[in-house]
Structure formats: structure tokens, C-alpha cells
């Protein structure tokens, strides 16, 4: 598996933007996808985007013109940039990582960073 690290949550006000970082204790090129997912209160972990297998990216309907994901592999680092933030992004953002062991897929979780939009 893989330790993550996330960095970057904050309070900003509707219309504004946040960068989030996510470290991770290996090298990106082991890691099979990796990126951010969110969970609300009383709301399911839900994808916001991610770089998938291939170095594809694949962005939730809800942030795709708005939300920007992009890596360092220097620095094994996934960000994501956040703008024109609206009070429904509001929630726990965690980074997420899959890594494949023989016939399984692993996933592994970082501590989860509060974004919260005001109105």
C-alpha cells in the first residue's frame, strides 16, 4: 500500500479558489490511479477526479471546467486546483490511491482535509 499525505483545505468564500496537495510515500509511476474524492455529511465518498491508469484524467461532471487535476512526479504529488468554488463543494476531500498486489487492487486513503465554501 501507500501513505498519503494531503495539505491545502481551507474556509474560502464562494467564487474563490484553494489548491490541494497530496504527497505520496512512493513513486507515482507504482501507483495504478490516484486522485481526489470528496464526502459531504450524509453524503457518499464521491469521485472528483483522478488520474487513471495510462495517465488518463477523469473529472466528475459536477467540477469538470472548474477543478483542475495535475501531478509533480519529482515529487510523487498530486494536486488539485479548485476555482469558482460554490458552497456545494463544501466537504471532506481525501486523496486516493490503487495500487495493484498480483490479483488485487488496494486502496489506500489519505486523512481527509476540510474545504469549506461559503455563501
Known amino acids: 500500500q501507500v501513505q498519503l499525505v494531503e495539505s491545502g483545505g481551507g474556509l474560502v468564500q464562494a467564487g474563490g479558489s484553494l489548491r490541494l496537495s497530496c504527497a505520496a510515500s512512493?513513486?507515482?509511476?507504482?501507483?495504478?490511479?490516484m486522485g481526489w474524492y470528496r464526502q459531504a455529511p450524509g453524503n457518499q465518498r464521491e469521485l472528483v477526479a483522478v488520474f487513471t491508469s495510462g495517465s488518463r484524467t477523469n473529472y466528475s461532471d459536477s467540477v469538470k471546467g472548474r477543478f483542475t487535476i495535475s501531478r509533480d512526479n519529482a515529487k510523487n504529488t498530486v494536486y488539485l486546483q479548485m476555482n469558482s468554488l460554490k458552497p456545494e463543494d463544501t466537504a471532506v476531500y481525501y486523496c486516493?490511491?490503487?495500487?495493484?498486489?498480483?490479483?488485487?487492487?488496494?486502496?489506500?486513503w489519505g486523512q481527509g482535509t476540510q474545504v469549506t465554501v461559503s455563501s
Open positions: 512512493k513513486s507515482i509511476f507504482s501507483i495504478n490511479s
Open positions: 486516493g490511491a490503487d495500487v495493484v498486489r498480483g490479483s488485487l487492487m488496494l486502496r489506500s
